[in-house]
């Protein structure tokens, strides 16, 4: 079977996180400006409402798309307790207290929690590039902490609350992984329903205050295109390239939002925070610059996702071959081959 951008093959997966990033990235400036006033839960809710009617239109027939089994249900509830609850939360107050360019740059280093949690749970692959990647980013998170200290006190709990978002959303990716080869849209609803129903009760419970109008049509749109459409790209990038991949790329986005927010009149940039942005830009590219293939041998291997049938690892035959991806439970045969790869869910192997 052909391989095709056998030489490139994050290519695709790159390409559907940046993707995923430029959505996110644009939404962080903008829950800072459609948020103002209201409360963190009230914030946090009107936005996975949002995702989840994406969620809801996006659903892929079961012939296309792996369906989610009862089974993923606690996995779901834990990653809408980290993603959907204190992710957006901690993200919608921290806005509330510290520059909107600062909190963009802060929350790049999400990658960082990502791919040390996803070496961890899955041992997915880290050599001396990635590591040196994710070394950049953290000396880039540093200056911006320092520098955010040096705005006042408020000024750093804002991006304290920043970075404790980002280690919830670099839980909740690692947590994702495993969800990768199910419908993406069906996890997105999944998980937008219950943050929205879990941050509804929070925003009654603690009397948040009622949005506007505007602000909650603001809300919702932005929820729709940087949470809910986001995550699906996300998903599908993972599924293409592994999470400490997918989260490193996905590491752009706060660079989208701090232009935007500087657009928006943001001028609290110093040259410590031009520092740390060059850093983590920098680390972004050392990662995406990674190459790696060898000899490898794939066990016998049952599963069920969406597939075709040119990509050198689906032989299996059908009676009437589909059209393009398509999904059905198949067994992948015991081979062994070399070629350019990433931690997708056919080259698990150790190291």
């Known amino acids: 079977m052909k391989q095709p951008h056998a030489h490139l093959p994050a290519l695709r997966?790159?390409?559907?996180?940046?993707?995923?990033?430029?959505?996110?990235?644009?939404?962080?400036?903008?829950?800072?400006?459609?948020?103002?006033?209201?409360g963190a839960f009230t914030t946090a809710a009107l936005l996975y409402a949002g995702a989840a009617v994406v969620g809801a239109?996006?659903?892929?027939?079961?012939?296309?798309?792996?369906?989610?089994?009862r089974g993923d249900l606690p996995r779901l509830l834990s990653m809408a307790a980290f993603g959907a609850v204190l992710g957006p939360v901690a993200l919608a107050w921290g806005l509330q207290h510290t520059s909107g360019t600062g909190a963009s740059l802060m929350l790049t280093?999400?990658?960082?929690?990502?791919?040390?949690?996803?070496?961890?749970?899955y041992g997915e692959t880290m050599d001396r590039r990635v590591w040196a990647a994710m070394l950049l980013l953290l000396a880039g998170g540093i200056a911006l902490v320092l520098?955010?200290?040096?705005?006042?006190?408020?000024?750093?709990?804002?991006?304290?609350?920043?970075?404790?978002?980002?280690?919830?959303?670099?839980?909740?990716?690692?947590?994702s992984r495993a969800l990768a080869e199910r419908d993406p849209a069906q996890v997105v609803l999944g998980k937008a329903v219950l943050g929205?129903?879990?941050?509804?009760?929070?925003?009654?419970?603690?009397?948040?205050?009622l949005p506007t109008l505007g602000a909650a049509i603001g809300l919702l749109v932005v929820g729709a295109t940087g949470?809910?459409?986001?995550?699906?790209?996300?998903?599908?990038?993972?599924r293409a390239f592994g999470a400490a991949r997918t989260g490193s790329v996905f590491a752009?986005?706060?660079f989208i939002g701090a232009a935007l927010a500087m657009?928006?009149?943001?001028?609290?940039?110093?040259?410590?925070?031009?520092?740390?942005?060059l850093l983590m830009v920098l680390g972004v590219a050392l990662h995406l610059a990674e190459s790696h293939g060898h000899a490898h041998a794939h066990e016998a291997l049952e599963h069920e996702h969406a597939h075709q049938h040119d990509d050198g690892h689906h032989n299996h035959a059908h009676e009437v071959m589909p059209a393009g991806p398509h999904s059905h439970r198949h067994v992948h045969e015991p081979m062994s081959h070399a070629h350019p790869h990433v931690p997708d869910a056919h080259h698990r192997h150790e190291h």
Do not use: C
């Not at 943001?266 to 740390?276: H, K, L, T, Y």
């Open 13 to 38: 997966g790159g390409l559907l996180a940046l993707v995923a990033a430029a959505l996110f990235g644009i939404s962080t400036p903008l829950v800072q400006r459609f948020g103002a006033g209201l």
């Open 57 to 69: 239109f996006s659903r892929q027939h079961v012939e296309k798309e792996a369906r989610l089994k």
């Open 109 to 121: 280093l999400e990658a960082l929690f990502t791919a040390l949690l996803a070496r961890g749970l």
């Open 147 to 175: 520098d955010q200290g040096r705005q006042g006190g408020n000024q750093l709990w804002g991006v304290l609350a920043v970075l404790l978002a980002t280690v919830a959303w670099g839980a909740d990716n690692t947590l």
């Open 196 to 209: 929205a129903a879990a941050t509804t009760a929070l925003a009654m419970l603690f009397g948040d205050p």
């Open 227 to 238: 949470y809910g459409l986001s995550l699906r790209f996300y998903l599908l990038a993972q």
């Open 252 to 254: 752009f986005a706060p």
């Open 263 to 277: 657009a928006l009149g943001d001028r609290s940039g110093s040259w410590i925070m031009a520092v740390g942005g």
